[in-house]
């Protein structure tokens, strides 16, 4: 847009649209045009109070004075602009500023700019992250509320990640491997699990430890052929394996298995097994045991020290018995939790809640808590492989809950239901 402009005080300005303004004018500034003939500005004197009423005509020569301290209107002439400007005197200075856009600067504390910073967008992302996590406290099961502030008990996800874990269970699950193995038989595999349990007790290892090394031997077993003089062996450095994987602070080392074997072996041939045994299962280890479904299932079975001490006794009699491979360790669990119930006569022996974290009915689980009875009966006997779990679990460190009647009457019905004490 073309704009004249003319010196007025020194400055060069846009010459607004013709309008009239009455301003008070100090002396002896100039006041020029851009040449002599082509009046830009014309002053006209405006009637004022003094002795002096004569209309005064000012010549536009350039650098002629305005000499008078009285109220003039100054006319200024030129093409109408397009875009309206105000004129402000602000002392000596003509400053315009055009109001058809904002200035960037200002606008930015004005109440009508709406550009969003990025932390207002964080912030709006943190309320609605707020909000999910409200959502999904809401939707925490009942069993977890206790652990709601434990940020280890990941209580936010724990249903999902049984979920997970019940769908891995089946991935390279140990498999019926008795005809493939021509020197081992059911009993002799039981002499070594009841070794394995017995050194694990004498090392003071977790019980993760023990279920992890059940499923290293089992798991080898299912994939190699494994002479008879070589099985303990194979239980020592499966059981130093888990111990690795699963202990936060092992304190144990490579001579402290060999003296569990009555140094039968060295440390030289205890290591040539590890590796072997970890090239076969191709280094995979995490795998959801029955331990880690237990855990779970005495939180949904509310349970105290006694039933607790219970259901992981008929956890590692499951361990020993050799039938219970063809269940998936998800199975097991739950069925140590029903033949617990039965065993130490709780009512009901099945809930609701304990049927939607196991997803089995009373009646799935009933054929599996019949075998863990029948265990729990057979180790009443002292020559029987089970009887190290019935002294390990009859001393006052586990209640005792071994010492209790094992429930026969499950055994001896066909159909579930409450029992004659």
Known sequence: MDFKQEKLWGEFVDTPPAREETR????CFPLATKKQGDPLVKLEEAEGTGENNDHTRIDSTPHKQVISNKKITLRIIGPRPVKKVTVRVLGPKLEVSKQNKPDPLCARHSKSYKRRAETSVLLASDRVACAISKKQRLEIDEIDLPDVNNQLAVVEYITDLYNFYKQQQHVRRPMDYMEKQVEINVRLRATAIKWTIAAHFKLGLSRETLYLAVYIIDRYLTLEYVPKRILLLVCNSSLLIASKYEEDELQKNVDDFMEVL????TEES???MEKAILNKLEWYLTVPTAFMFLVRFVKAAKANKKL??????YGELGLMEYTLIRYCPCMVAAAAVY??????RKSPLWTDTLQRHTSYSESDVLECARILVKAHLAALDDTHECHVL????????FDCVALYRP????IEESKSGTFAT
């Open 308 to 313: 607790e001490n219970m259901i992981y006794f």
């Open 390 to 397: 019935y002294e390990k679990y009859g001393d006052t460190e």
């Open 270 to 272: 205890i290591i040539r």
């Open 24 to 27: 008070v004018f100090v002396p």
């Open 407 to 410: 429930a026969v009457d499950l």
């Open 262 to 265: 009555c140094f039968q072996h």
């Open 339 to 344: 033949a617990a119930n039965c065993t130490l």
